[in-house]
């Protein structure tokens, strides 16, 4: 998918912000390719489990933090009846939206954000980068129809304490303190994720994992090598890793017979009763 963007010319300065300010910023050279290699990796299987849960003819749907747009997209290719696509930033979607598609300006973190009643509402890889996720699934199950399903993906690390030590799990575990020093980004609570659901009051809340295999030039690893060039300055500045540990690590990700794991993609759901508790 092409994209425009301006150049990525300054590099960021560290210091609190939030997703999109310092790292990760949307007018930055690449940025919408970026997701969308992280899209390439995951919408299959983001794709199979809603499309389980029933998604298609007849479904209102709200894809939240939506990016490029590419699961918006989806759910109307399996007959959605429409999509609300909300981002803070949305110049990745708002060019030629397809018939069905509503794209929506919002920053889900505010009150006033509240789009509607929907049968689906989909987070994926947002909520990890927002504060106070029970917060945020309990916000967004309120959006929910009778009987509607909220489904939240978020990153499950997999550079655990008995990790093999390598320049893969050194700028890995840099990736995961940087950005949660520049943005708060933060993923320990991810395998909790559905005791968020349940604390919601959704019902038959269930979870899967989904970990990529990081093959050479996958787009899962490039996704990382792309993702750990726009965090470089905020690995460097946590002390776990220099220059050569991360371009060790890039080198690793396209070496056969590499045998470092992605962190996963852990998908939790559940639905709203049919009246409210
Ligand atoms: C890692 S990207 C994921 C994009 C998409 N969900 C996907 O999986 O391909 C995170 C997205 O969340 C958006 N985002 C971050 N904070 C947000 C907020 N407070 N309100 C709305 N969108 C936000 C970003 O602009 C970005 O598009």
Redesign the pocket.
């Known amino acids: 998918m092409a994209h425009s963007a301006s150049s990525r010319s300054d590099a960021p300065t560290l210091g609190a912000s939030?997703?999109?300010e310092q790292v990760?910023r949307?007018q930055d050279q690449g940025e919408a390719d970026r997701?969308d290699l992280?899209?390439l990796a995951?919408d299959a299987t983001t794709m199979a489990r809603l499309r389980e849960l029933g998604a298609g003819p007849g479904w209102r749907c709200l894809?939240?933090?939506?990016?490029?747009g590419?699961?918006a997209r989806a759910l109307l290719e399996v007959g959605a009846d429409e999509v609300v696509a909300?981002?803070?930033?949305v110049r990745?979607l708002a060019a030629d939206p397809p018939p069905g598609l509503t794209v929506l300006e919002?920053?889900?973190?505010t009150d006033g954000f509240a789009p509607g009643t929907f049968d689906l509402v989909h987070?994926?890889?947002?909520l990890m980068?927002?504060p106070d996720p029970g917060r945020m699934v309990a916000r967004l199950a309120r959006m929910l129809a009778p009987q509607g399903v909220l489904v939240v993906?978020d990153a499950v690390d997999l550079t655990t304490a008995d990790a093999p030590d390598s320049s893969f799990t050194s700028a890995m575990r840099a990736m995961w303190q940087g950005l949660h020093d520049t943005i708060g980004t933060d993923v320990t609570w991810v395998p909790g994720c559905p005791r968020l659901l349940e604390a919601a009051s959704l019902e038959s809340v269930t979870a899967e994992i989904h970990v990529p295999p990081l093959q050479p030039d996958s787009a899962i690893s490039r996704f990382w090598a792309e993702t750990w060039d726009r965090a470089r300055a905020s690995m460097i500045a946590t002390g776990l890793v220099d220059d050569s540990t991360i371009d060790d690590a890039v080198r690793c990700l396209d070496a056969p017979g590499f045998c470092g794991h992605s962190p996963g993609m852990l998908t939790a759901w559940g639905h709203r009763p049919e009246a409210r508790p």
Do not use: C, E, N, Q
């Open positions: 939030r997703y999109g990760f949307p997701i992280g899209a995951y894809d939240v933090g939506a990016g490029t590419t699961v909300a981002d803070r930033d990745f919002a920053d889900i973190t987070a994926r890889f947002v980068h927002l993906s």
